[in-house]
T-cell receptor, first 112, second 110 residues
Framework: DSGVTQTPKHLITATGQRVTLRCSPRSGDLSVYWYQQSLDQGLQFLIQYYNGEERAKGNILERFSAQQFPDLHSELNLSSLELGDSALYFC???????????FGPGTRLTVL | GQNIDQPTEMTATEGAIVQINCTYQTSGFNGLFWYQQHAGEAPTFLSYNVLDGLEEKGRFSSFLSRSKGYSYLLLKELQMKDSASYLCAVPSGGSYIPTFGRGTSLIVHP
């Protein structure tokens, strides 16, 4: 158990819909990262927040957005969902940016 | 940007030693990470190398050569539970966000 929690564990929805994935970092970690992992793309970095502020952006689509709240939990919002968005979405946290990241168990999103 | 290359799949026998290689190209270097990921589970941190040389941690060791853009993960006394994907990750120049390789799927058989 990494100490990072993610909900829900599984999510099944239809194309065009909008979903919200939630992540709580390890106690004391200020940095939160979101990743997407699909079979054909590997683990892709989406976005990072540090103490409530957006810090870095990766390959995140405009249909996706995220935020980190004052209590440091984070949410990833995925809208206008497409079949290709089906993937495992991981949240990770670290104390500071250059430390190892601790990954949550992931949310498996299936878009039908 | 950077390019990370590691073998797609390797097989080994229980009790043996296996070396998983990773080559990378990056503009600026901020260390190299190795993670283990069992199927359907979260990646877990194994090692972080920022200086050249070998870092040993129990049955797992990681080596780095910055001049050659090369690292390897050495797994000794293989156990069946070591069957997993091993991800090499390198932050891009000026950033601490690791870019992950596609991973090496290691299959350990009896």
């Amino acid at each position: 158990d990494s100490g990072v929690t993610q909900t829900p564990k599984h999510l099944i929805t239809a194309t065009g819909q909008r979903v919200t994935l939630r992540c709580s970092p390890r106690s004391g970690d200020l940095s939160v990262y979101w990743y997407q992992q699909s079979l054909d793309q590997g683990l892709q970095f989406l976005i990072q927040y540090y103490n409530g502020e957006e810090r870095a952006k990766g390959n995140i689509l405009e249909r996706f957005s995220a935020q980190q709240f004052p209590d440091l939990h984070s949410e990833l919002n995925l809208s206008s969902l497409e079949l290709g968005d089906s993937a495992l979405y991981f949240c990770a946290s670290s104390v500071v940016e250059h430390n190892e990241q601790f990954f949550g168990p992931g949310t498996r999103l299936t878009v039908l | 940007g950077q390019n990370i290359d590691q073998p797609t799949e390797m097989t080994a026998t229980e009790g043996a030693i296996v070396q998983i290689n990773c080559t990378y190209q990056t503009s600026g270097f901020n260390g190299l990470f190795w993670y283990q990921q069992h199927a359907g589970e979260a990646p877990t941190f194994l090692s972080y190398n920022v200086l050249d040389g070998l870092e040993e941690k129990g049955r797992f060791s990681s080596f780095l050569s910055r001049s050659k853009g090369y690292s390897y993960l050495l797994l000794k006394e293989l156990q069946m539970k070591d069957s997993a994907s091993y991800l090499c990750a390198v932050p891009s120049g000026g950033s601490y966000i690791p870019t992950f390789g596609r991973g090496t799927s290691l299959i350990v058989h009896p």
